[in-house]
């Protein structure tokens, strides 16, 4: 699943590219994409992007009016508005603007249409289609069957709404103190709290192993009994192994690959650990593995191969 570095850079893409475009349709093709009933995305309709931005795992359109448009914005007409399928409340929204906050999930891309693209009736994987006066477009897209990826539509402040207000704090926030507060708080083994989104959000599995990997701590490590150093730890690792991906993520001209993200224990199982030259070990989850470096992270122990693993330090 992207994780901050890949939204934050998408997002900044995005942004240079479509800021100031005007909305001219937003189409839900899957009953599953719109995950909001009001406000209506049609009451975008006529307004430009404002700015494209970031919240954990979340990309985040802001539409507002242009200063000569009336608070509530343009009505548009159903044919405009994509028809019946994106039909919603009729009042007006606040003067703000509206947010438009995208989540891709596990596999969801939301991908640029050039203006002389051909307009597919019914895309491939295509989930919902924003579409621009210039001719410009943007395609969410997931694979599979499960389609959980979406749109919220939201008014007024985005982060005090569904499915924002639930998340913890955006983990490259976090200072020692507050870490140190959030993991007494929410005691865990390391590699759960830094993917529990409602404690810290924005890491998920990949960061999750390059950030224990880099602090030296063991991915089972209690977070109830981190001593400041290893609080200290986390938090560099956190914005170290951050801005690497970042860094990395914002020399590609679209969104990543899994394959192609920076990593020194993530998926490697089996590979020589980059920095003590160890064997890169996991401990296998039904849905997904945990990977360390015994060397680097555990003193040489080797971890059970189970969730009850002895080795917490």
């Keep these: 699943m992207p994780e901050i570095p890949e939204i934050r850079a998408h997002a900044e893409r995005l942004e240079a590219l479509a800021a100031g ?13 719109l995950k909001t009933a009001s406000p209506s995305p049609s009451e975008a309709v006529g307004w430009p992007l404002r700015s494209v931005g970031q919240r954990a795992k979340f990309l985040l359109l802001r539409f507002a009016p242009p200063p000569e448009a009336p608070a509530g914005g343009p009505a548009a007409d159903g044919e405009a508005a994509g028809g019946d399928s994106t039909a919603g409340s009729t009042e007006p929204v606040a003067g703000n603007g509206l947010t438009l906050v995208v989540h891709l999930m596990q596999g969801g891309r939301l991908r640029v249409l050039q203006p002389d693209a051909k307009r597919a009736r ?5 989930l919902a289609r924003f579409e621009f006066e210039s001719g410009l ?6 694979p599979g069957t499960q389609k959980r990826a979406g749109v919220w539509v939201i008014a007024g402040d985005p982060a005090e709404a569904e499915p924002l207000a639930r998340l ?6 976090v200072d020692d103190a507050a870490m ?3 993991m007494e708080a929410h ?8 993917r529990d989104q409602r404690v810290i959000s924005g890491l998920g599995r990949r960061l999750a192993n390059e950030i224990c990997h880099r602090a030296k701590l063991s991915p089972f490590a209690p977070t ?3 001593d400041s150093d290893g609080v200290e730890a986390v938090v560099a690792a956190i914005s170290a192994v951050v801005d690497d991906s970042l860094a990395a993520e914002r020399q590609l001209p679209q969104m990543s690959r899994s394959a192609e993200r920076p990593s020194a224990v993530h998926s490697r199982t ?4 980059p920095v003590c030259g160890d064997v890169v070990r996991a401990v296998e989850y039904r849905d997904y593995s945990v990977n360390y470096c015994a060397g680097c992270q555990t003193s040489g122990r080797v971890l059970a191969d189970n969730t009850t693993s002895k080795f917490l330090r």
Excluded: I, W, Y
């Design 21 to 33: 475009e005007v909305l001219k349709r937003f189409e839900p093709l899957s009953f599953t994409a």
């Design 122 to 126: 019914r895309p491939r994987d295509g």
């Design 137 to 142: 477009g943007l395609m969410l897209t997931e």
């Design 168 to 173: 913890g704090p955006e983990a490259t926030d």
């Design 180 to 182: 140190a507060e959030l």
């Design 187 to 194: 005691p865990a083994r390391l590699h759960n709290f830094l």
């Design 224 to 226: 109830g009994r981190m």
């Design 270 to 273: 089996g590979e020589q650990c």
